[in-house]
């Protein structure tokens, strides 16, 4: 158990070009889900708390016009990077833990490549 | 300082030989320890979660906390080239909340 499914695992798109990536927990409800950004031979670094209802809590440096995160439904979160440009280009993963309890489950990520 | 700090290796074992992960952090806050790991391209995958110090063992995984230290540990026993990946150390300060990482170790077993 504790899958989460993430889509589109890659995305190649134009510079000014919105992007919006997927997370779903497939096997249990995920009241709180994570957003992260990975950079090459780099850890994890958190960018947004997304809580089921409610709005996103951004870590420090985080544009939140630039990341819109939404979570509609206790299975669903999604990212959207808006008007994306070269250096937005990153790995980008998400997390769920369930019913908010617990470790988190993380997953495959999606690449994103801006050109 | 970080303050979670793991060695980056990379570490290279022969098959079977016993690998030995480590990570210090300095906030005696964290009551929640976890090791991940990640192959390349792929999001992280869960290998051990403990709750404050002691041991816990899972197949070929055995994952020690000393809080009193504030050291963690990862041992992998009768190592297989497919254990060759990144294994990242996270913790947090309470069930559920946001994870601290350390920056993760490659390591790479040899056939």
């Known amino acids: 158990g504790a899958v989460v499914s993430q889509h589109p695992s890659r995305v190649i798109c134009k510079s000014g070009t919105s992007v919006k990536i997927e997370c779903r927990s497939l096997?249990?409800?995920?009241?709180?889900m994570f957003w992260y950004r990975q950079f090459p031979k780099q850890s994890l670094m958190l960018m947004a708390t997304?809580?089921?209802?409610?709005?996103?809590?951004?870590e420090q440096g985080v544009e939140k016009d630039k990341f819109l995160i939404n979570h509609a439904s206790l299975t669903l979160s999604t990212l959207t990077v808006t008007s994306a440009h070269p250096e937005d280009s990153s790995f980008y993963i998400c997390?769920?833990?369930?019913?908010?309890?617990?470790?988190?489950?993380f997953g495959d990520g999606t690449r994103l490549s801006i050109l | 300082q970080k303050e979670v700090e793991q060695d980056p290796g990379p570490l290279s074992v022969p098959e079977g030989a016993i690998v030995s992960l480590n990570c210090t952090y300095s906030?005696?806050?964290?009551?929640?320890f976890m090791w991940y790991r990640q192959y390349s391209r792929k999001g992280p995958e869960l290998l051990m979660y403990?709750?404050?110090?002691g041991n816990k063992e899972d197949g070929r995984f055995t994952a020690q906390v000393d809080k009193s230290s504030k050291y963690i540990s990862l041992f992998i026993r009768d190592s297989q080239p497919s254990d060759s990946a990144t294994y990242l150390c996270?913790?947090?300060?309470?069930?559920?909340?946001?994870?601290?990482f350390g920056g993760g170790t490659r390591v790479l077993v040899k056939p």
């Open positions: 997304s809580n089921e209802g409610s709005k996103a809590t951004y």
């Open positions: 096997d249990f409800q995920a009241t709180t």
């Open positions: 996270a913790m947090s300060k309470a069930a559920g909340n946001k994870l601290t």
């Open positions: 403990t709750y404050s110090s």
């Open positions: 906030n005696s806050a964290f009551q929640y």
């Open positions: 997390s769920a833990t369930k019913e908010g309890i617990g470790p988190q489950h």
